[in-house]
């Protein structure tokens, strides 16, 4: 009775330490897989939160190409909706509306810069009214006002132009002409305004004064208030 009574209380005791262990591996797993849950949730939120992030990268990638598109699509319509009125102002002065007999005018003046030099391709475009009947001639000439030193200064045809040219560019012309030459300026010299004088054989001398940079820029057309020679 007593070795009987011995083997169930050690029966007992081993069930009561089976039945800790197994509560405390129980207790030790069930944390276990709730930080797996929550690393999961985490992982699919970190990869949501990256595939967010690509699309607005690529949707701003596509914006900047619409909007760089669109600027330069702007852009040049500018330069179209430019050359029109370029164009428009030609004309309506080559046609000369209900004006009977003008003047000579300046009509257009351009800059292109000489790669790797000092030198400038400049040009002129003449124009008088088309219901004139006879020629026009006489001579254009350039200076180029600008700095040097610090100081405002003006160099004159004699110094820009070629010496084949010296008296000036000749032309000859019923309607309209565009005269090209080529001007050279000193390396230490700052141009800011051209200066264009337009000496016809028989009438008042037509002057006009560009702006260097709106020269280069594009073509510079006359503009309300300009004086016409009157042969």
């Given at each position: 009775?007593?070795?009987?009574?011995?083997?169930?209380?050690?029966?007992?005791?081993?069930?009561?330490?089976?039945?800790?262990?197994?509560?405390?591996?129980?207790?030790?797993?069930?944390?276990?897989?709730?930080?797996?849950?929550?690393?999961?949730?985490?992982?699919?939120?970190?990869?949501?939160?990256?595939?967010?992030?690509?699309?607005?990268?690529?949707?701003?990638?596509?914006?900047?190409?619409?909007?760089?598109?669109?600027?330069?699509?702007?852009?040049?319509?500018?330069?179209?909706?430019?050359?029109?009125?370029?164009d428009l102002s030609?004309?309506?002065?080559?046609?000369?509306?209900?004006?009977?007999?003008?003047?000579?005018?300046?009509?257009?003046?351009?800059?292109?810069?000489?790669?790797?030099?000092?030198?400038?391709?400049?040009?002129v475009s003449l124009?008088?009214?088309?219901?004139?009947?006879?020629?026009?001639?006489?001579?254009?000439?350039?200076?180029?006002?600008?700095?040097?030193?610090?100081?405002?200064?003006?160099?004159?045809?004699?110094?820009?132009?070629?010496?084949?040219?010296?008296?000036?560019?000749?032309?000859?012309?019923?309607?309209?002409?565009?005269?090209?030459?080529?001007?050279?300026?000193?390396?230490?010299?700052?141009?800011?305004?051209?200066?264009?004088?337009?000496?016809?054989?028989?009438?008042?001398?037509?002057?006009?004064?560009?702006?260097?940079?709106?020269?280069?820029?594009?073509?510079?057309?006359?503009?309300?208030?300009?004086?016409?020679?009157q042969p």
């Amino acid at each position: 009775m007593l070795w009987l009574g011995l083997a169930w209380l050690g029966s007992v005791l081993l069930v009561a330490v089976i039945v800790a262990l197994a509560v405390g591996a129980w207790k030790g797993v069930v944390p276990h897989l709730a930080d797996r849950r929550a690393q999961r949730a985490l992982t699919a939120e970190n990869d949501d939160l990256k595939q967010q992030v690509a699309n607005l990268q690529r949707s701003q990638q596509v914006t900047d190409i619409a909007t760089k598109a669109l600027r330069q699509t702007i852009s040049q319509r500018d330069e179209e909706i430019n050359g029109l009125r370029a164009d428009l102002s030609f004309y309506s002065r080559l046609v000369g509306g209900d004006a009977q007999r003008e003047g000579m005018k300046v009509q257009e003046v351009s800059l292109q810069p000489v790669p790797h030099s000092q030198a400038w391709n400049l040009t002129v475009s003449l124009t008088q009214n088309i219901k004139r009947d006879d020629d026009t001639s006489g001579t254009l000439s350039v200076s180029v006002e600008g700095l040097r030193d610090n100081k405002v200064m003006q160099l004159d045809w004699a110094t820009l132009g070629d010496a084949a040219e010296k008296d000036g560019i000749p032309f000859r012309f019923r309607y309209f002409q565009q005269l090209h030459t080529t001007i050279a300026l000193p390396s230490d010299f700052r141009p800011t305004r051209l200066h264009v004088t337009v000496q016809p054989e028989n009438g008042d001398a037509v002057s006009r004064a560009v702006g260097w940079s709106d020269a280069l820029a594009s073509p510079v057309t006359t503009n309300q208030g300009d004086t016409d020679a009157q042969p």
